[in-house]
């Protein structure tokens, strides 16, 4: 159960991410040191998915 909560969180985080780009990339003027911090963060979280998928 632990673990689901636990990719639940992580998807969550991913989702969340993935909206901030979207909403940073349509400003007029996208920081694009902060959209490089955020796609870093996202692969990130989405590698650690990937290794907790194939664990379990």
Do not use: G, Q
Request: proline content about 4%; hydrophobic content about 40%.
């Amino acid at each position: 159960m632990a673990m689901t909560a636990h990719l639940d969180s992580l998807n969550s985080k991913h989702a969340d991410l993935d909206a901030k780009i979207a909403d940073e990339e349509r400003r007029p003027h996208p920081d694009e040191a902060t959209i490089h911090a955020l796609k870093k963060l996202k692969l990130r979280i989405k590698d650690e998915l990937a290794n907790l998928e194939r664990v379990h």
